[in-house]
């Protein structure tokens, strides 16, 4: 873990020349041992929110130059100018997930060696500009090259994400600043077809484009300019400690070790090494089942067995999934915040006697996906003529949903050393994305052979699947306690 205050005086009391080196040069302010809030200097609270709020403008820029093509294509669909086909818009926008899928694990190991200020903010510059060329070009190929290389460069900003939260907030926090970043992702969701929908059919297919990719550029550049790669690039001294542990003493951390210094085959090895990552990994692989086996399938759900009027009216019911999404990812950090700063206490009182804080993590996960399975059944049970009551198991739904997709994430990040957290979260997005990729086709098959019912059975053994995996984890230690 890691933390940061004033120096001389402020950190110590004394004389500030008892802080100067023998060479004579004034170190950065050093690090304390306290994760207490109220023993920051305020110096590097206000750093370090900064910082905060540039990751989220970064990633939640991500999201309106990701989802333009996606609002913007029914009015390119219309222009007799362009002419191009349905099979067109399929061609450009299946190029995405297949470049997004590698970059995001491709982006995971090389975020190992570089610098993720560089990588979430150099890569939202590059979809910007992807966006703004998009509006000025003309033909099916170049589309579809381009969009290719908007998904290349889209998989980068969680793993950098995931670094640069890491190295800036301590365990027992992390959860709770961790689940505000996730909000991003909802905002952006929530905004895009809003501007990128009015923008197109009001102004033209380019500005549907162009919009966003001005959007992305100011972002970029708020991103770059606000976030530093950690504590240490803002002047402060980084040092490392059991995270909370009980009273021990707290050693400096060479800087190389901290930002970059591990090889990416280094870091590769020590991720693909980990058990409890591939645990969490294929836990992913079936939360995402099941989050995109609902994004995907709700829809048609309440117009085939609910008695929906029409797609306009599903949709608005289905929307309650992404709000209650928000609010079940922000509170699963804070509760497993709460857990952590308990198990601290206790191990201040009694060493040995705090347990695994990933464990803590896992736990809350556990039983996210246990209310998944009540939801789920709640689902399959509610009137279809009460529309307000369909809207509130949704939302119930995306709440349970969101918060084990949030937090997964994170348990990755602190099951390795922070040189490999982008590697880790790599790995478990390439796993994640073929979970999403299997609520397409398989579920589909699913939907023709056993109808809504074998589509519910298919969803909850998707939960059960990653309760299973998960348990051997429930009582798992961080890399910072000394886990493996």
């Given at each position: 873990a890691m933390s940061a205050a004033a120096g001389g005086a402020a950190a110590g009391g004394g004389d500030s020349s008892s802080?100067?080196?023998?060479?004579?040069?004034?170190?950065?302010?050093?690090?304390?041992?306290?994760?207490?809030?109220?023993?920051?200097?305020?110096?590097?609270?206000?750093?370090?929110?900064?910082?905060?709020?540039?990751?989220?403008?970064?990633?939640?820029?991500?999201?309106?130059?990701?989802?333009?093509?996606?609002?913007?294509?029914?009015?390119?669909?219309?222009?007799?100018?362009?002419?191009?086909?349905?099979?067109?818009?399929?061609?450009?926008?299946?190029?995405?997930?297949?470049?997004?899928?590698?970059?995001?694990?491709?982006?995971?190991?090389?975020?190992?060696?570089?610098?993720?200020?560089?990588?979430?903010?150099?890569?939202?510059?590059?979809?910007?500009?992807?966006?703004?060329?998009?509006?000025?070009?003309?033909?099916?190929?170049?589309?579809?090259?381009?969009?290719?290389?908007?998904?290349?460069?889209?998989?980068?900003?969680?793993?950098?994400?995931?670094?640069?939260?890491?190295?800036?907030?301590?365990?027992?926090?992390?959860?709770?600043?961790?689940?505000?970043?996730?909000?991003?992702?909802?905002?952006?969701?929530?905004?895009?077809?809003?501007?990128?929908?009015?923008?197109?059919?009001?102004?033209?297919?380019?500005?549907?484009?162009?919009?966003?990719?001005?959007?992305?550029?100011?972002?970029?550049?708020?991103?770059?300019?606000?976030?530093?790669?950690?504590?240490?690039?803002?002047?402060?001294?980084?040092?490392?400690?059991?995270?909370?542990?009980?009273?021990?003493?707290?050693?400096?951390?060479p800087k190389q070790q901290e930002d970059g210094g591990m090889s990416i085959r280094a870091a590769l090895k020590e991720t693909v090494s980990n058990k409890g990552v591939w645990l969490l990994a294929f836990a992913y692989f079936f939360v995402y089942v099941v989050r995109q086996g609902a994004t995907s399938w709700l829809v048609m759900y309440l117009l085939q067995a609910k008695g929906a009027s029409d797609a306009a009216h599903a949709a608005y019911t289905v929307s309650g999934l992404e709000l209650g999404g928000l609010l079940g990812g922000s509170l699963a950090g804070v509760l497993t915040d709460m857990r952590i700063k308990a198990a601290i206490a206790a191990e201040r009182k009694a060493p040995g006697s705090g347990g695994g804080y990933v464990g803590k993590r896992v736990q809350i996960v556990m039983m996210y996906s246990l209310a998944t399975l009540a939801v789920l059944f709640a689902l399959r049970a509610v009137p279809a003529s009460s529309i307000p009551l369909q809207w509130a198991v949704i939302a119930m739904l995306g709440f349970t949903i969101y918060g084990p997709q949030m937090l997964i994430g994170l348990c990755g990040a602190e099951l390795v050393s922070k040189s490999s957290v982008s590697t880790s979260q790599g790995v478990l997005g390439l796993v994640s994305y073929m979970g999403a990729a299997s609520a397409g086709v398989p579920l589909s098959y699913v939907l023709k052979n056993f109808g809504w019912d074998g589509y519910f059975v298919a969803m909850a053994a998707a939960s059960l699947s990653a309760i299973a995996l998960l348990l051997p984890l429930a009582n798992a230690r961080s890399q910072a306690q000394g886990g493996k």
């Open positions: 802080d100067m080196p023998p060479g004579g040069k004034p170190e950065p302010p050093a690090a304390l041992q306290s994760f207490d809030p109220d023993d920051y200097p305020a110096g590097f609270m206000s750093r370090r929110l900064l910082c905060f709020l540039g990751i989220v403008v970064g990633y939640t820029g991500l999201y309106f130059t990701r989802g333009s093509l996606t609002y913007t294509a029914p009015v390119m669909l219309a222009d007799p100018l362009l002419n191009i086909s349905i099979t067109d818009i399929g061609a450009m926008t299946s190029a995405f997930p297949l470049a997004y899928g590698l970059s995001k694990f491709l982006g995971g190991v090389l975020g190992a060696k570089f610098s993720a200020r560089l990588m979430l903010g150099g890569g939202l510059l590059i979809t910007a500009l992807v966006n703004l060329g998009f509006g000025f070009c003309e033909g099916v190929g170049v589309f579809t090259a381009l969009w290719f290389l908007n998904g290349s460069l889209q998989g980068i900003g969680a793993p950098a994400s995931s670094v640069l939260l890491t190295r800036w907030f301590a365990s027992q926090e992390r959860g709770t600043w961790w689940g505000l970043w996730n909000i991003g992702a909802n905002v952006g969701g929530f905004l895009t077809p809003l501007l990128v929908g009015t923008v197109a059919s009001t102004l033209g297919w380019q500005w549907g484009m162009w919009v966003p990719g001005l959007i992305g550029l100011l972002f970029a550049v708020g991103c770059l300019t606000a976030v530093r790669d950690s504590p240490e690039e803002a002047g402060y001294t980084v040092l490392d400690s059991a995270e909370g542990g009980g009273g021990g003493g707290t050693t400096a951390q």
